[in-house]
């Protein structure tokens, strides 16, 4: 079997998804895992599936005729690599007022240590008491087993200071 990883954007409208799976059932392919969004009025994706060897050519090739109806497709064979177990998985949850720069900001004090971002997810929400967009985002986190999490810590709380969101580490 062949693992493809593919990423989908196009002009959101009904039946989308329900062409995209036809065109992979068709193929034998398995839908695996995904995630799917209406983004700035576009949908969006990204998916793995898995097709059997001999018709991974041919679903590739199918997939780019989806272009017709506007859906931009991207695939990529999976590259399966196993994680290292010495890894510490830990969460990174962030809420305060929207401002430019909050994920580079987060995402250079994580790069800096090694960290890896295994999923990310952001929304601008209302917020409870006022009508200010406030930014949530929610991290899944792989930190090498020599990770100092004090000094993780004390970063991630100056960085929360500098910016005035909450950030909390699980």
Same mark, same amino acid.
């Given at each position: 079997?062949?693992?493809?990883?593919?990423?989908?954007?196009?002009?959101?409208?009904?039946?989308?998804?329900?062409?995209?799976?036809?065109?992979?059932?068709?193929?034998?392919?398995?839908?695996?895992?995904?995630?799917?969004?209406?983004?700035?009025?576009?949908?969006?994706?990204?998916?793995?599936?898995?097709?059997?060897?001999?018709?991974?050519? $041919?679903?590739?090739?199918?997939?780019? %005729? +989806? @272009?017709?109806?506007? &859906?931009?497709? *991207?695939?990529?064979?999976? $590259?399966?690599?196993?994680?290292?177990? %010495? +890894? @510490?998985?830990?969460? &990174?949850?962030? *809420?305060?007022?929207?401002?430019?720069?909050?994920?580079?900001?987060?995402?250079?004090?994580?790069?800096?240590?090694?960290?890896?971002?295994?999923?990310?997810?952001?929304?601008?929400?209302?917020?409870?008491?006022?009508?200010?967009?406030?930014?949530?985002?929610?991290?899944?986190?792989?930190?090498?087993?020599?990770?100092?999490?004090?000094?993780?810590?004390?970063?991630?709380?100056?960085?929360?200071?500098?910016?005035?969101?909450?950030?909390?580490?699980?």
């Amino acid at each position: 079997m062949t693992s493809l990883i593919l990423t989908i954007i196009g002009p959101d409208r009904p039946g989308l998804v329900e062409h995209l799976s036809n065109t992979i059932a068709e193929h034998d392919g398995n839908w695996l895992e995904s995630a799917l969004s209406r983004l700035g009025g576009k949908f969006a994706g990204i998916l793995v599936i898995s097709v059997p060897d001999e018709k991974a050519s $041919d679903l590739t090739d199918a997939l780019q %005729t +989806l @272009q017709k109806s506007g &859906l931009k497709i *991207i695939a990529e064979t999976a $590259d399966e690599q196993e994680r290292p177990s %010495t +890894l @510490q998985p830990f969460t &990174l949850e962030l *809420i305060g007022h929207d401002k430019p720069g909050i994920v580079r900001e987060i995402s250079q004090a994580l790069a800096k240590r090694h960290i890896n971002v295994e999923n990310l997810t952001t929304e601008l929400i209302s917020g409870s008491m006022s009508a200010e967009l406030l930014f949530k985002a929610e991290a899944q986190l792989l930190a090498p087993d020599n990770i100092d999490f004090d000094d993780l810590q004390s970063a991630i709380e100056a960085i929360a200071s500098d910016l005035m969101v909450d950030i909390t580490l699980n």
